[in-house]
């Protein structure tokens, strides 16, 4: 699997978007991009997911460049309870691939 | 949906003592992990089952470490004799097998083992 690079730390202020990067220039086509976050004490929760369109749920959007050798996770309206490491992964479809968590980026969501 | 459920929560034993981690995954899915976090960093995969087979067990220190996954549902992760270095966080996590893209791949956590080796 690709391994990813991620800022080891990034602050945003309260009610403001969070847009934290990542790349992963060795990413090869049938890998997608996944985010998780984890908050202290907690096992780490699933984001959000994407191939090479840009997707959006309910707790986030995923923007992946079109040579897909990066991405961004946007938090539009980060509150406190965002603040978490968070940790982006490249990994094959179905369960073949090992999924290889980097150091990720802490996130303080700042009052 | 139940999630990943781990136990115990805590778990503080002496060096060269054995120790063993109990997982039940979400039911139905057919593969689970083992994860193992150091303070400070991501989680490492220990092992990977898919149904009570391993597909992955290449960062398992096999002299100390072994997990078994008998039916294909609950798993076991043993360390015996424990280090000073394994104090970690011990994760299982599951997946399902769905083949379209919004179906399965994603990977579940639980909350964790917290182990402390003194």
């Known amino acids: 699997d690709a391994k990813t690079t991620q800022p080891p730390s990034m602050d945003c202020a309260e009610g403001r978007a969070a847009n934290l990067p990542c790349n992963h220039s060795?990413?090869?086509?049938?890998?997608?991009v996944y985010w998780y976050r984890q908050i202290h004490s907690q096992g780490p929760q699933y984001i959000i997911h994407?191939?090479?369109n840009n997707e959006t749920n309910e707790m986030a959007s995923l923007i992946i460049t079109e040579d897909r050798k990066s991405s961004t996770l946007i938090l539009p309206h980060a509150t406190l309870r965002d603040t978490a490491v968070y940790y982006c992964?490249?990994?094959?479809?179905?369960?073949?691939?090992?999924?290889?968590f980097g150091d990720g980026t802490t996130l303080t969501v700042k009052p | 949906e139940a999630g990943v459920a781990q136990s115990p929560r805590y778990k503080i034993i002496e060096k060269r003592q054995s120790v063993a981690f109990w997982c039940n995954p979400i039911?139905?899915?057919?593969?689970l992990y083992w994860y193992q976090q150091i303070l400070g960093q991501g989680p490492k995969l220990l092992i990977q089952?898919?149904?009570?087979?391993?597909?992955?067990d290449s960062q398992l220190p096999k002299d100390r470490f072994s997990a078994e996954r008998l039916k294909g549902v609950d798993s076991t992760l043993k360390i015996q004799p424990a280090k000073l270095e394994d104090s970690a966080v011990y994760l299982c996590?599951?997946?399902?097998?769905?083949?379209?893209?919004?179906?399965?791949?994603?990977?579940?956590f639980g909350e964790g083992s917290w182990l402390t080796v003194v």
């Open positions: 992964i490249v990994r094959k479809k179905g369960n073949a691939g090992k999924s290889t």
């Open positions: 060795t990413i090869s086509g049938n890998e997608y």
């Open positions: 089952f898919q149904n009570n087979g391993v597909v992955d």
């Open positions: 994407g191939l090479k």
């Open positions: 039911s139905g899915h057919a593969t």
């Open positions: 996590a599951s997946s399902s097998l769905g083949s379209g893209f919004t179906s399965g791949n994603t990977i579940y």
